[in-house]
């Protein structure tokens, strides 16, 4: 079956700008994972979705980050005021139902620069 | 301290030696420990996972994790230039909902 899909796959944008990032998880899988991940470093964790609901936001570095999954499927991670440490490879993974034991399985990444 | 430490690398192995990568952990919570794959521009993949002390092994791969050292480690039989990539340990806990990862061993293999 397809696999977590993500786009964009890069993202220019100037210092200030509003990015909104997208990711569609395997069919099924009711949590939902955002990650990012700086160069020669690993993933990051931003945030994770149970369901509809964000069960644990505590990944996300400051209030200019948002993310929701009003469906419980489809999710957007949305960025205000885009600063350019916020470049970075931001990845978004799923999983079945969720929980320390279970596999997440990852999309290809959106790549954002922020000039 | 990071939460997940590995050696940086470059690790360099000839074809067809044993490559040895290393992670240890800090949090005595972590229940689960994952090895991903990730080539240069992609995403990480699944390698292999393991929940208890020993060894685990899958084809050229095995995994092996001792909570008493908080030490989890991962050879590859017979390497392959297509193993070439950095390896990402992860651990995770029943209480978190999130993977914490090591910065990544570069491992490269050459012919």
């Known amino acids: 079956g397809a696999g977590v899909s993500q786009t964009p796959s890069n993202k220019v944008t100037e210092k200030g700008k509003y990015v909104e990032l997208r990711c569609d998880p395997i069919?099924?899988?009711?949590?939902l994972y955002w990650y990012r991940q700086s160069l020669g470093q690993g993933p990051e964790f931003l945030i994770y979705?149970?369901?509809?609901?964000?069960?644990?936001d505590s990944g996300l570095p400051n209030d200019r980050f948002f993310a929701v999954r009003p469906e419980g499927s489809v999710s957007t991670l949305k960025i205000q005021r885009t600063e350019r440490g916020d470049s970075a490879v931001y990845l978004c993974a799923s999983s079945q139902t969720g929980g320390g034991q279970e596999t997440q399985y990852f999309g290809p990444g959106t790549r954002l620069l922020v000039l | 301290q990071k939460e997940v430490e590995q050696n940086s690398g470059p690790l360099s192995v000839p074809e067809g030696a044993i490559a040895s990568l290393n992670c240890t952990y800090s949090d005595r919570g972590s229940q689960s420990f994952f090895w991903y794959r990730q080539y240069s521009g992609k995403s990480p993949e699944l390698i292999m996972f393991?929940?208890?002390?020993g060894d685990k092994e899958d084809g050229r791969f095995t995994a092996q994790l001792n909570k008493a050292s908080q030490y989890v480690s991962l050879l590859i039989r017979d390497s392959q230039p297509s193993d070439s990539a950095t390896y990402l340990c992860?651990?995770?806990?029943?209480?978190?909902?999130?993977?914490?990862f090591g910065a990544g061993t570069r491992l490269t293999v050459k012919p």
């Open positions: 979705f149970q369901g509809t609901g964000a069960a644990d």
């Open positions: 992860a651990t995770a806990s029943y209480n978190n909902n999130d993977m914490r």
């Open positions: 393991i929940y208890s002390n």
């Open positions: 069919s099924g899988h009711t949590a």
